[in-house]
């Protein structure tokens, strides 16, 4: 169930903060594709996609695919009866492919278990695929209006900042802290539900501060101002409310996270190719379906925990390939993954070979249509 909004008068200091953001909301926010200003109300499968493409992902790289995967996918009933391949490939470049799987998935059960229709309510929303109290808070109160409270890593230190709350945004404390304050002042938002909801969140009412404009424009401080280094606060809308500033802390709010240790992987990649007749083609194989890059393709590779010293010879006899008295020296290149260094070897070799089962020969132009990692773009250029 729903909790109900609170009934209690709003205290004067969260009004005012919920109204300057909203305000300055309406006036500074970016003209992103998912946020359509002037429409009735928002798509709610466009938001849906963009929530997942922004998962970890920076606007400016999901303003590059956003577009084109609503072309290929334009309706959720088109995403749901995709293949895979289809949904990974419009995918390609955004990396972290698992959301991708669950985007999809979400996309059949809505189809499934609702109709076709995204539900309105945080609960239902949750119950989808890759959609957790985050993604379901932006959807409810962005797009129907709801007063739901959302917290990421930005809201929760424009949040921290506002209070004055020490501590680290990452910490289980603070989140909890967060979320719990996210709640009291979206929930002061004055247009409650029945009020305004399905209404485009009120956009165009402009002093009015909704739970639309609201969380949207803690997510817009959080990037745009209230930045984790060197933040704006000369032009900040909620200066004079904010505790850091004015107890000089905005500096110390938040305290670094204490930094997780990277680990390291080696790959040994081989850029097979051949010319034919119609031009040049790459040997590719599929990940395996879990795991980092999962279900993607790559250049054949073996992986291993440590450094390991491999010759050509070496390399494609525990790969199963043809051998070569090719002379090739490798280039090394080290790709950084959020938790990991990926440093690989990558080996070119021109072989007129036979791919089999499970691998697959694929011709140059049609490389961008193939479901790759940022990192092996990156490798099948550097071996060419
Ligand atoms: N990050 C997550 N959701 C977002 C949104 N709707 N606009 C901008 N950045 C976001």
């Not at 590059?64 to 391949?85: C, D, S, Y």
């Not at 119950?127 to 985050?134: H, M």
């Not at 097979?272 to 395996?288: I, M």
């Not at 440590?306 to 490798?330: D, F, M, W, Y």
Request: proline share 7%; net charge positive; hydrophobic share 40%.
């Amino acid at each position: 169930m729903a909790k109900q909004a609170r009934s209690s008068r709003p205290a004067p200091r969260d009004r005012a903060i919920t109204s300057a953001l909203s305000k300055w909301f309406r006036s500074a926010a970016r003209d992103l594709p998912w946020r359509e200003e002037f429409r009735a109300r928002r798509d709610p499968y466009r938001s849906l996609v963009s929530e997942f493409m922004l998962q970890q992902t920076q606007v400016s790289r999901v303003l590059e695919k956003f577009e084109p995967f609503l072309q290929r996918f334009p309706t959720v009933g088109a995403l749901a009866a995709a293949p895979e391949q289809d949904v990974l490939a419009a995918w390609s470049g955004l990396g972290y492919y698992r959301r991708a799987r669950l985007l999809h998935a979400c996309a059949k059960s809505i189809v499934r278990d609702f109709g076709g229709v995204v539900p309105r309510d945080v609960d239902s929303l949750q119950e989808l695929p890759g959609i957790g109290r985050y993604t379901a808070g932006a959807i409810a109160s962005i797009v129907f209006n709801r007063p739901e409270p959302i917290v990421d890593g930005n809201v929760c230190r424009v949040l921290q900042r506002l209070d004055a709350k020490p501590g680290s945004a990452s910490d289980k404390e603070v989140i909890a802290w967060a979320w719990e304050r996210a709640e009291s002042l979206v929930k002061q938002c004055p247009n409650s539900p029945s009020q305004r909801e399905g209404a485009g969140g009120g956009r165009r009412d402009a002093d009015v501060a909704t739970p639309a404009t609201f969380n949207e424009g803690l997510m817009e401080l959080g990037a745009l101002v209230c930045t984790p280094a060197a933040p704006k606060c000369l032009v900040c809308p909620l200066r004079d409310l904010c505790l850091a500033r004015e107890q000089g802390l905005v500096d110390e709010i938040p305290a670094p996270k204490a930094r997780a240790k990277r680990s390291r992987v080696y790959h040994d990649t081989v850029v097979v190719w051949r010319k034919t007749a119609r031009g040049v083609e790459v040997l590719l194989e599929q990940r395996p379906a879990t795991g980092l890059w999962a279900g993607l393709w790559q250049p054949p590779t073996v992986e291993s925990a440590t450094r390991t010293r491999r010759t050509l010879k070496s390399l494609l006899a525990e790969l199963g390939l043809p051998a070569s008295a090719a002379k090739v020296k490798p280039r090394e290149w080290v790709f950084q993954t959020t938790h990991r260094d990926v440093c690989f070897r990558v080996w070119p070799l021109q072989l007129a070979h036979d791919a089999g089962s499970p691998r697959r020969w694929c011709e140059e132009a049609e490389l961008a249509g193939v479901g790759f990692s940022n990192a092996h773009k990156e490798v099948i250029a550097l071996a060419r």
